[in-house]
Every structure is written in C-alpha cells, then in structure tokens.
C-alpha cells in the first residue's frame, strides 16, 4: 500500500444477488427488472479473498454483507459473518428483509456479536406492505424483529444494533408518523429513505439547489458483486463500470487504479456528463440539512437528502 492510495469508509459485499422477493423500489428483481446481470450467491474463494484483504487494512470500516439480494439465502453466511467480525476493527452488519430472520438467526446475531442487522420494513399497514413488497408478510416481519429485541434484552447485550428503513413510496408515506412512533423506542434507529424510480438514481423531481460537486463516494465506497466484479459505487446497479475483480490483483488496486482515478478526476474536473451513471443521479448532494432534538418524543432527527434518521433518546 503506497502513501497516496485511498482506504474506504464503507464496502459493500454482496453476498447474494438471489432474492425472495419482488419490491417496487428494486432494480434488480421489482417490476422494472432493469437489471440484466446475472444473479447468484457470492463463492467461497470470492467471500475469503475479499474479506481476508479488507481486514488487512487495519483501518475502522463499516462492511455491509448484503447487495441487490437477500443476504440471508446465502447457506454460508454464517462463515461469512464470523471471519469479518474476526477483524474487530471492522463494523459489520446486513440489510434484510426480515422474513427468513427466524430464531436461529436472532440467537446467532446476539451470540457471535453481529454488530448491526437492518430490515426493510414500509409501513405499518399490512395491504400496503404487500403492495409494495411482493411475497412479503408484515405479521410475520414484525413477529421476527420483536422476537430479535426480546431475545437481545434477556442476553442483556448491546448488539446487534437494530435498524429499521421505511422507503418512502407514495403508498406508504400517510404511515411515517405511526411507523416512527411504533419502532422509535423498540430500536436503535428508525430511517426513512427517499424513493428513487429505476434504473434512474434521482431521488428528487425538482433541480437541486446545491452546486454540483464531487460525489463522495468515489472516494469512501467499494461494492463488491456476487460474482467478484468491483463496480463504480452502489448507484451502479448493473456493474456497467468494472474496475477489476476480486482475485485479479488485489481490491485496493483496483479501486486506485488509473481508471477510477480518471472518475475521480472527472469530478474535481466538474465534467460530471463524462460518466452516463452520474449524470442522471443526485446522490452526490447527500449531506445533513438539518439536526433536531425533539424533547416531548425524546428523539434525535438527523435529516439528511436522501433519508429522514431518528434516534430514540429515552434508553
């Protein structure tokens, strides 16, 4: 490692690409299928190496092991989360949708000290919950979290920390006010994230007012596909842009290489055109707008561009 290369704050490790469900907001298997990759299960030479040369670094990161799939349907993860919490100062944690979440996942969260599981969660009502995520069964969602906190209490533990995100579609946005007061004082965050329609990674109808600069992932993010391609960032739904694979070089290499250091300079540059993937995405304006504290409800509001983030204050 040289002196100038870069190090990232969050890597995306998609364990599985497969999924078991079919949401609205998903590029990969919702309605749109805008995604034409292939779909599978991360291998375990793929899973080793990369986890092997992320703890290597030895610097603070957090390494999310889901992607465009459910991470839960891969049978080695297990292994998976075990070797990356090997490496302490790695802060490791997945996104699922909740519903394979069962009691031998609760108790092996706590146990091995699994530092974060989020769900995905929208809503509060059960026939809007359906619309929007297909094959999806609130009753049985809510039962697994709340048998997850149960449990978490009587172990007397800290972690996992548990995370709950709300998309905020259309059909399920009259529900954010009950959805906050359902979960705020039950988890360690409650999240609502702003909708984006794909393929396109626009998340607000109007012209942003902020000037355009350089996106901040291109200098904090390494996503990983199932399949061993390092992709541009976690806007790149498809991997169109590949800037190596795991096991061809080392990933750091790759993710400093000529190539995505000439997007990096496309951005400092202002010619953001140059790149198809970032003219038409706004998730370079991400930044806190705005940081309250409300004392009747005890809770922290951090509201970001593209997500509302609540922390209860009472514990």
Known sequence: MTN?????????????ASCNLSCKGCAIHGPMKCVTRPVGVMKADVWRMAIDEIGSWNQPLTLSLNGGGE???HRQLPEILRM???HPQLDVGFLTNGMLFTEKWANFSIDNQVDWVAFSVDGVNPQTFSQVRHGADLAQVEANILRLLELKEKAGGQKPRVLLNMVAYDEVMAQKTAFVDKWLAKVDKVMISHYRNPPSSRR????????????PFLFSQVVIAWDGRIGLCCEDFNIDVELGRVGEGAILESWNGARMAGFRQAHQDGNFASLPLCHDCDTWADEVLMETINVEKKYKLIRRLTQDIYTFLGK
């Open 204 to 215: 607000w109808s109007g012209t942003l007012t902020a000037e355009r600069r350089p996106c």
């Open 4 to 16: 100038t290369e870069l190090i990232p704050s969050h890597v995306v490790l998609e364990t599985a």
């Open 84 to 86: 990356a919490l090997s």
């Open 71 to 73: 991470p839960l349907l």
